[in-house]
């Protein structure tokens, strides 16, 4: 996984290491993820790891995300768009971020959900890395 590089807003609040990961080349040219492979590494998850510890207490490390589409008022003050998990039926509390300049991509994957009828959640994996736990969506799967 590359880091963003183009579109990509620098969060100077955030650790280098916990700005999400992701790339605007892993698109086609209509926001559709090159292949099934293709993932999202959350942003500003360092706050989060006591959730994120607490689902993996539980056993789970692949689960559902939820994502809300952003509202016109999101958008026009370019707010973070915040990911919870679902666990047991219920929801965690926001385990981080979509990095900044891959709303775009995510919000046309929700669409394309929302369009072919199927549930808006996407797949995620919570991993070890060496700066902490960290959240990756399987965007790919919603080709």
Do not use: H, W
């Not at 998850?45 to 509202?71: H, K, M, N, Y």
């Not at 958008?75 to 926001?94: K, M, S, Y």
């Not at 300049?101 to 994996?125: F, I």
């Amino acid at each position: 996984m590359r880091f963003l590089s183009f579109g990509r807003v620098n969060n100077p609040e955030l650790a280098k290491t916990d700005q999400g990961a992701g790339s605007l080349d892993d698109y086609l040219y209509d926001l559709i993820p090159r292949n099934q492979k293709v993932r999202i590494q959350l942003a500003d998850s360092d706050p989060c790891q006591d959730a994120l510890r607490a689902v993996l207490d539980q056993g789970v490390t692949e689960t559902e995300a939820f994502i809300s589409r952003r509202s016109v008022d999101d958008e026009r003050t370019d707010a973070p768009t915040p990911v919870r998990l679902f666990v047991n039926q219920r929801p965690t509390p926001v385990v981080g971020f979509i990095p900044r300049g891959l709303e775009a991509p995510v919000e046309a994957a929700l669409g394309r959900l929302v369009d072919s009828g199927k549930s808006t959640r996407m797949q995620a994996t919570i991993r070890q890395t060496k700066n902490g736990l960290r959240v990756d969506l399987a965007i790919g799967l919603t080709r």
